[in-house]
């Protein structure tokens, strides 16, 4: 048991890693040996959990993707239309707050563009999901773009390095507020405190 929690340990902190220099260097910037460097570790001892950087790379993100698509599957199930929205938006914009150097890198590096195409641009992709919920069946032109632009600024902004001086709770009530007036959607209303 004690191996495959050291295992498990070396793995985290393997990616935990790669994401901290594929911030720094960008994907393509950064090698194995780098990694390996960083780590403590040789280059096979990566090559021990990874045979090639795109793997290291699809894993860096597939924990964002399977809480995004986690996000979806429940928004789904909401029996409103208005409350499916209001799922995915609230879920969408945590996501982009928890993971904001990984949002950061989805806009800006090829690398991960790349591990992301095959994942959330497919036709049972989370995209498509998310779109589906946002626009309804039948989207006119100003729904589609107001989804499209939600999603999209939400992820830049949440992303972006100008704004990482923003404390998280900041940070998600002003993407949140952003996104409703987007999608068209009314504040939720608080209760007095007593």
């Known amino acids: 048991m004690a191996a495959v929690a050291g295992h498990e340990d070396t793995r985290t902190r393997l990616l935990a890693t790669a994401l901290r220099l ?22 096979a001892a990566v090559y021990y959990h990874f045979k090639a950087k795109d793997e290291i790379t699809e894993a ?50 090829p690398g991960v563009s790349r591990a992301l195409e095959k994942h959330f641009f497919g036709k049972e ?28 600024g939400i992820a830049l902004a949440g992303g972006s390095p100008e704004l990482a001086h923003y404390g998280d709770d900041t940070l998600r009530e002003a993407l949140l507020d952003v996104g409703r007036k987007l999608l068209g959607r009314p504040r939720p209303r608080r209760t007095p405190e007593r």
């Open 22 to 43: 594929f911030t720094e260097h960008g994907v393509e910037g950064t090698s194995l040996q780098m990694i390996a460097d960083a780590l403590g570790v040789t280059k």
């Open 60 to 109: 860096v993100v597939e924990p964002a993707l399977r809480e995004l698509e986690s996000i979806v599957g429940e928004a789904a199930r909401e029996r409103r239309p208005g409350a499916r929205i209001d799922h995915l938006l609230d879920g969408f914009v945590d996501i982009v707050v928890r993971h904001r150097a990984l949002v950061a890198l989805f806009s800006s590096d």
């Open 125 to 152: 992709s989370a995209m498509v999901g998310m779109m589906s919920i946002l626009t309804g069946p039948d989207p006119d032109p100003a729904r589609d773009v107001a989804a499209h632009a939600a999603l999209a």
